[in-house]
């Protein structure tokens, strides 16, 4: 247990319908990340946060996504009509600081599957 | 961002030292070299970063080519739960994220 938390762990939805993400990072850590990583792939960068501001976004981001942080702690994920491409596992990492030398820590993950 | 080359796969007898390799030519002098690791059904874990020099921690050595283009992961003794996929992932200085490449999927044998 890394001290990320991811909820939920699975997600099952229907094509066309919104879901939502939350990942709890290390409480002190002001960094936070969202990847994707689909079957056989490595992990793919989404987004990320330093503190409540969001700094950068992939183009794989594409307008149904959504993230936010709140007040710099928890974050969502919002996927809006999901498509059966969206299935994959969304991965959230926390850090302490910017620099590029500073681990960061991953979540269990949600994986989510579209039907 | 630098581009990476590792083996797709590699095997190893537990107990027996582990050599992973990893070609970054294109590093900017700037970009620190990190390794992180995926167990089956987790996410990825840290496993060690490097700059210039050689790196040594509780989990792995780190050898730097002197021209900063390749990198070794070095495990010493493989054991049954070092069976994961492993990355090798130049970072920038000014970049938070982290660009994962396909990585070396390493098998343990008893």
């Known amino acids: 247990d890394t001290g990320v938390s991811q909820d939920p762990r699975h997600k099952i939805t229907k094509r066309g319908q919104n879901v939502t993400f939350r990942c709890d990072p290390i409480?002190?850590?002001?960094?936070l990340y969202w990847y994707r990583q689909t079957l056989g792939q490595g992990p793919e960068f989404l987004t990320y946060f330093q503190n409540e501001a969001q700094l950068e976004k992939s183009r794989l981001l594409s307008d149904r996504f959504s993230a936010e942080r709140p007040k710099g702690s928890f974050s969502t994920l919002e996927i809006q009509r999901t498509e059966q491409g969206d299935s994959a596992m969304y991965l959230c990492?926390?850090?302490?600081?910017?620099?590029?030398?500073?681990?960061?820590?991953f979540g269990p993950g949600t994986r989510l599957t579209v039907l | 961002d630098a581009k990476t080359t590792q083996p797709n796969s590699m095997e190893s007898n537990e107990e027996e030292p582990v050599h992973l390799p990893c070609n970054h030519s294109?590093?900017?002098?700037?970009?620190?070299i990190h390794w992180y690791r995926q167990l089956p059904s987790q996410g990825p874990e840290y496993v060690i970063h490097?700059?210039?020099s050689n790196v040594n921690n509780r989990m792995a050595s780190l050898a730097i080519a002197e021209d900063r283009k390749s990198s070794t992961l070095i495990l010493h003794r493989a054991t049954l739960r070092d069976a994961a996929v492993y990355y090798c992932i130049p970072r920038g200085s000014n970049t938070g994220k982290l660009i994962f490449g396909q990585g070396t999927t390493l098998q343990v044998k008893p």
């Open positions: 490097g700059l210039t």
């Open positions: 294109t590093i900017s002098g700037t970009d620190y």
């Open positions: 409480s002190e850590h002001n960094r």
């Open positions: 990492a926390s850090s302490r600081m910017w620099r590029s030398y500073n681990e960061q820590f």
